[in-house]
């Protein structure tokens, strides 16, 4: 994965990720800033969407570097990052430099930021934690103005990685912090300062990221969150009660190796293994630590809640809460609790070492009992050892094998593996308190910890050679070769019996193709146009794609690709192909009417949901009707004898030009999806836009030959950048001004 040959590609970071921060890079790259993806979803925000992280400052790389390259290594460089971050916190916390090492290697390495390598703007995110708390608590210690910017500044890349519910659980965080500063610093301000200065970040932070979060705020408001999410939608993927034996297990119930068991039983992360080592140093902590385990026990605490979502009814109580009524699956906000244990480890490990130093008899009982159960552990390896397939017949017997479970095999083979890890570090930890050559029992005893935590969770990664992406085939081939500007889809049924495979020839999903400038009605992004959704579900109104044809023509939909066979005179065969042992067809549409159309008169439907009964009404005919979505005009225009022609001058991602000519009144319909932002012109003459068959686009044009411009001109965006150089100039100012004296008393770090 060093080199460029093979490409990261586990799960969603195929469909979901590298298509449109390839689809910006190549704008870029082309002279053209990355406002708008025109090739998925009939047209849809670039920059908005916060998944292509334009802005993300690592990012800049991908604009001199191999794209190949610089994915894989970001990936990797995040996993370091993590493990520095984390150093550098536990640093903050007086922690011996060896602890934190060692804290920096189980975060870095737990299953936890092993399994969201996938969602890449979480990994990403989660890495710049440790630095944000590290420089809010420094701030209200040292009383550096910079501080606060530094921790603002962090915030803003946090944000800008793409992943805003990590971004609200690190101010939840935040907050709570302010009640327990003085337990990590001994000159802690008073909690109106506190606040006061909670409130500078926060507006450093607003400011900083005006250029980003304006423009999704606005996206958000037109998408299909804005609503939020009903109680199910956002309990999806909650932690199980179960799967806390995932712990100390390792994929136990084959998530990571059946993709039905992954659908139908996970909790969305592929691993959380822990190991023991980690959770018996944080147990030495937390039993002989000093009181600011209490925050950190408290955010593990607080973490399990979170994560558990629909297992227990506090979740219910907080999807009422904006924002978290837009967010799904809580098991990701499991990251504070693997912090915390990370952290836990490595402050425990420097008990360890003071409390047998100082000859504290709790510490001591505790090793000895750790020893014992470790050589419990031991016994149990043996006894699997000798009996396996003795064991591996009463499991089978009753019933504790697939489909519950992984397969028996597998399942004792790590727990083969955790035990005898458990017995060595336990071992460790005895011969720690036994021996004089300390340094070579604690070298034996981290080794053993790592290892444990990088072979337990090493492989729940997929990979794939990145000529898949770059070398189009079949399919996609085909359509390169038929012009390319006409749009296909992939019917709903088509995608559910084939997009289980990511790897292989599987140019289907749309948003892959659109890596090659292909142009499609559907995508992969969790920000979806709201009309334009709902013009997507009318398809699943009708039998087949047969009496679809009306959805084709609003849509210019040219090509379908269907897992099943037609016999229609109005679709014709062009390409039969085989994917998962089945026959996929792509068929073009004959009656495909064009995407820039005439209409000479359009009715005005005020109701939405009559607009989507008439669309899907088989009597209407869509290469003469055009709906307009709204109240009708005082001023008729338009008329039932007038004739026209729209050509296309131009198409780029941003700005359209067309010409039309007509011997009366008319509209020029764009099969383009209708969003804020758009402006057009018509002769260079503003004009206003109307929403049209539901989800695109119509412009008024008068009598003869006129110059039709559509431009992307997002005011969100440029108010962003007036926020963000406010923003810039009060950090600025911020940075030079002198320090405030933290007040109140002196408090000793141990209370």
Same mark, same amino acid.
Request: proline fraction near 5%.
């Given at each position: ?114 399994? @969201? ?24 210690? $040292?009383?550096? !103005? ?64 005006? @250029?980003?979060? $304006? ?5 958000? $408001? ?118 915390? @244990? ?46 396996? %397939? ?190 998962? %042992?089945?026959?996929?067809?792509? !068929? ?86 209708? !969003? ?35 431009? !992307? ?39």
């Amino acid at each position: 994965m060093l080199s460029s040959k093979l490409i990261f590609c586990e799960r969603d970071l195929a469909p979901f990720f590298i298509p449109p921060k390839f689809l910006w890079v190549s704008q870029v790259k082309g002279l053209v800033f990355p406002f708008w993806n025109p090739h998925n979803y009939s047209g849809i925000p670039l920059l908005a969407t916060l998944q292509p992280g334009v802005f993300y400052p690592p990012h800049i790389f991908y604009l001199f570097l191999p794209f190949n390259l610089v994915w894989n290594w970001l990936i990797i460089l995040h996993f370091v990052f993590a493990a520095f971050t984390t150093y550098a916190f536990l640093r903050y916390m007086k922690v011996t430099a060896l602890s934190c090492a060692v804290g920096g290697m189980v975060f870095m390495l737990s299953g936890y930021l092993l399994s @969201v390598h996938n969602l890449l703007p979480h990994l990403f995110g989660v890495s710049w934690f440790p630095l944000i708390l590290l420089y809010f608590l420094k701030y209200f210690e $040292t009383g550096e !103005y910079r501080n606060s910017v530094l921790c603002a500044v962090f915030l803003v890349f946090q944000y800008l990685a793409g992943a805003p519910e990590i971004v609200i659980l690190t101010g939840v965080v935040l907050f709570a912090s302010l009640f327990v500063v003085p337990w990590f610093t001994e000159r802690p301000t008073k909690l109106a300062g506190r606040i006061a200065g909670l409130v500078l970040m926060g507006a450093i932070f607003a400011l900083l990221s005006g @250029v980003q979060w $304006t423009s999704f705020y606005e996206l958000h $408001t037109q998408s299909i969150r804005s609503s939020g999410l009903t109680y199910l939608q956002a309990i999806t993927w909650s932690f199980a009660w179960k799967d806390f034996i995932q712990f100390f297990l390792p994929d136990v119930f084959g998530y990571a190796q059946n993709l039905q068991k992954y659908w139908l039983n996970q909790s969305w992360l592929k691993t959380v293994y822990l190991g023991l080592g980690p959770i018996l140093l944080s147990l030495i902590y937390f039993v002989k630590g000093d009181r600011r385990k209490y925050f950190f026990l408290g955010l593990i605490v607080f973490s399990l809640v979170l994560g558990l979502g629909g297992n227990t009814p506090v979740y219910k109580l907080l999807h009422k809460v904006p924002p978290f009524s837009s967010v799904r699956y809580p098991v990701k906000f499991l990251f504070l609790m693997f912090f915390s @244990v990370s952290v836990a480890t490595a402050m425990g490990l420097d008990v360890l070492k003071a409390k047998l130093a100082e000859g504290d008899r709790t510490v001591k009982r505790l090793v000895i009992g750790f020893f014992y159960l470790g050589f419990l552990f031991a016994l149990f390896w043996a006894f699997l050892n000798f009996y396996h %397939d003795q064991v591996a017949g009463f499991l089978a017997r009753r019933n504790v094998c697939p489909p519950l479970y992984h397969e028996v095999w597998f399942n004792i083979h790590n727990a083969k593996r955790f035990l005898a890890f458990s017995f060595l570090f336990c071992t460790g930890l005895l011969l720690y308190l036994r021996l004089r050559a300390k340094r070579m029992a604690l070298g034996f005893m981290l080794l053993v910890l790592i290892m444990d935590l990088f072979l337990a969770n090493y492989g729940f990664y997929g990979s794939v050679s990145w000529k898949w992406f770059e070398s189009p085939e079949g399919f996609t081939r085909e359509l390169l070769n038929r012009n390319g500007m006409e749009r296909f889809m992939v019917s709903v049924k088509t995608e559910n019996e084939l997009n289980s495979i990511l790897i292989g020839k599987n140019y289907l999903v749309a948003p892959y193709s659109a890596m090659h400038g292909l142009y499609s009605i559907g995508g992969a992004e969790v920000m979806r146009i709201g009309h334009h959704e709902k013009y997507l579900g009318l398809f699943n109104c009708v039998q087949n794609i047969v009496r679809a044809r009306s959805l084709l023509d609003i849509g210019a939909i040219k090509y379908a690709i269907l897992s099943y066979p037609l016999d229609d005179r109005e679709f014709t065969l062009v390409k039969r192909d085989i994917m998962n %042992d089945k026959y996929v067809y792509l !068929y073009e549409y004959r009656g495909y009417p064009g995407r820039f159309l005439f209409f000479p008169k359009a009715q005005y439907i005020n109701d939405e949901k009559q607009v989507m009964l008439r669309i899907i009404d088989q009597g209407s005919d869509f290469k003469k009707e055009l709906i307009i979505s709204g109240r009708p005009p005082d001023h008729p225009w338009g008329s039932e004898t007038s004739q026209g022609v729209v050509r296309l001058v131009s198409y780029g991602p941003d700005k359209v030009i067309l010409t039309s000519e007509s011997d009366g009144q008319g509209f020029v319909y764009v099969s383009d999806t209708y !969003y804020p932002g758009w402006r057009a012109y018509v002769d260079g003459r503003p004009t206003k836009i109307y929403r049209a068959n539901l989800a695109f686009r119509a412009v008024e044009v008068p009598a003869g030959k006129h110059t039709v411009v559509f431009k !992307y001109v997002p005011v969100s965006f440029y108010l962003g950048c007036i926020l963000t150089l406010i923003g810039i100039i009060l950090g600025a100012w911020l940075w030079r001004k002198r320090s405030f004296q933290p007040g109140g008393p002196r408090i000793p770090r141990d209370g």
